[in-house]
């Protein structure tokens, strides 16, 4: 009973900035690690940034200077805060989040997906 819902994303320019928004509700008790992945067309889910409960980050080396991951806790909240985006970040980002229910229960659940287009 946990949902995560995606905003943000949309079509920017080479160049541009974009800032992912990821709301975490239902039975939550506590959010260990929440993460961004994505998905290009014709490729693999990858990982683009995690962070833990702690403020821990973790970028893939393609993000690495140009992408800030960041979270709000009392929201239950994660930010992905692109900046410099490339025509290769194009892809359906999607919220990842695990933790434990009210019942000390580990939950892992994924977003639907919020679509990111960089082009000119």
């Known amino acids: 009973q946990v949902q995560l819902v995606e905003s943000g994303g949309g079509l920017v320019q080479p160049g541009g900035s974009l800032r992912l928004s990821c709301a975490a509700s239902?039975?939550?008790?506590?959010?260990?690690?929440m993460g961004w992945y994505r998905q290009a067309p014709g490729k693999q889910r990858e990982l683009v940034a995690t962070?833990?409960?702690?403020?821990?980050?973790n970028y893939a080396d393609s993000v690495k200077g140009r992408f800030t991951i960041s979270r709000h806790n009392a929201k239950n909240t994660t930010y992905l805060l692109m900046n410099s985006l490339e025509p290769e970040d194009t892809a359906v980002y999607y919220c990842?989040?695990?933790?434990?229910?009210?019942?000390?229960?580990?939950?892992?659940?994924w977003g639907k997906g919020t679509l990111v287009t960089v082009s000119s």
């Open positions: 962070i833990t409960s702690g403020g821990s980050t």
């Open positions: 990842n989040a695990d933790g434990k229910n009210t019942r000390g229960y580990r939950w892992d659940y």
């Open positions: 239902g039975s939550i008790f506590s959010i260990n690690a």
